[in-house]
């Protein structure tokens, strides 16, 4: 088993009892150490609202969160003796979206997603639930605004658009961001 492989199960557990989960580990060597990095957010309820705004990890639950995955991984011994350095932080912005938590979590954001048929659609995500999104895609030239619903199987790829000006009232926590 990779050393890759020995860290999610090491430290998943510390992270639920924080509220938080996995979402990706890498191990990079890095001259006589290595470098882990661990991305990990926020765990959803997976039932109930899907229209309300997720907020994004704050500073003080990610040194929770490295106290917490330093000491798993030095007493289960997955590192091993070589030393490593580690850093762990939240997915950015240029993650694609590929899970319905990934889309839960961007309710409010304006998302391009590109179907397995057809056109690429730009909106901002209104719902995203177990199997599907709904956009809210704005009125261009001739063409009025529109709701669009997109069945998660159906999406070959999504990915959030940066903004950087969105309207005061916005309720997506920009100043945190």
Known sequence: MSVKEQIRPAVEGPLRDLGLLVEDVAVTPAGKRRLVRLWIDRILDTTGDTTSTTPPLTLDEVADATRAVSDALDETGAMGEQPYTLEVGSPGIDRP????????RNVSRLVTITPLDGPAVTGRITAAGETGVTLEVPGVKQAPAQ??????????????????SRAAGDDDNSEEN
Do not use: I, M
């Open 147 to 164: 709701s669009v619903d997109l069945a998660y199987a159906d999406v070959s790829r999504a990915v959030v658009q940066v903004e950087f």
């Open 97 to 104: 979206l590929t899970e319905p938590r990934h889309f839960r």
